[in-house]
T-cell receptor, first 113, second 113 residues
Framework: NAGVTQTPKFQVLKTGQSMTLQCAQD?????MSWYRQDPGMGLRLIHY???????DQGEVPNGYNVSRSTTEDFPLRLLSAAPSQTSVYFC????????????FGPGTRLTVT | QQQVKQSPQSLIVQKGGIPIINCAYE??????FPWYQQFPGKGPALLIA???DVSEKKEGRFTISFNKSAKQFSLHIMDSQPGDSATYFC???WGGGADGLTFGKGTHLIIQP
């Protein structure tokens, strides 16, 4: 049981490039979320999903897209990377609503130059 | 509007002391209050959580105290050890919401030997 996995661990992009951060979970959780973590800012919700085919925006969604075609996978797409998107990105999943028993992946450190 | 306020930002305690981290929330719909522990380079890990129908919960050396009328909750670490040095985040969620947790900005805790 791997839990929540994320790839890649590190990524450097140039301004304007696009990329997809991968997230997968093997716990059959319906709820999945993407957060970004910046120094002194805590974790801020980007997008979330309540099941396959259903996604919605969180607190800071601009510049990011998500989709959820399966229960297991929840990729995050950066459409046109900007230096303001330099951050550490965490994917999380939970069995229940409201963030109950929410488990996080190891994170992806992204630098945009 | 910051819905969960956490203090202090940083804290240094001698080994064996009892660090206390405080959080205050605004949204009375919140009904789930977890604490997460994060070591450098790792994802946040769920430490302990409480619901508003109890005033205190203990798990090992970690205790959450909850004051519903004041809309405040706190984390106490008994007999603190250098291995407890980490960043701690409080969070809040509500069962009727699908959008996961709202996090405080974090407390960087150092336990000196």
């Amino acid at each position: 049981n791997a839990g929540v996995t994320q790839t890649p661990k590190f990524q450097v992009l140039k301004t304007g490039q696009s990329m997809t951060l991968q997230c997968a979970q093997d716990m059959n959780h319906e709820y999945m979320s993407w957060y970004r973590q910046d120094p002194g800012m805590g974790l801020r919700l980007i997008h979330y999903s309540v099941g396959a085919g259903i996604t919605d925006q969180g607190e800071v969604p601009n510049g990011y897209n998500v989709s959820r075609s399966t229960t297991e996978d929840f990729p995050l797409r950066l459409l046109s990377a900007a230096p303001s998107q330099t951050s550490v990105y965490f994917c999380a999943s939970s069995l229940l609503a409201g963030g109950r028993e929410q488990y996080f992946g190891p994170g992806t450190r992204l630098t945009v130059t | 509007q910051q819905q969960v306020k956490q203090s202090p930002q940083s804290l240094i305690v001698q080994k064996g002391g009892i660090p206390i981290i405080n959080c205050a929330y605004e949204n009375t719909a919140f009904d789930y209050f977890p604490w997460y522990q994060q070591f450098p380079g790792k994802g946040p890990a769920l430490l302990i959580a409480i619901r508003p129908d109890v005033s205190e919960k203990k798990e090992g050396r970690f205790t959450i105290s909850f004051n519903k009328s004041a809309k405040q909750f706190s984390l106490h670490i008994m007999d603190s050890q250098p291995g407890d040095s980490a960043t701690y985040f409080c969070a809040a969620g509500w069962g009727g919401g699908a959008d996961g947790l709202t996090f405080g900005k974090g407390t960087h805790l150092i336990i000196q030997p």
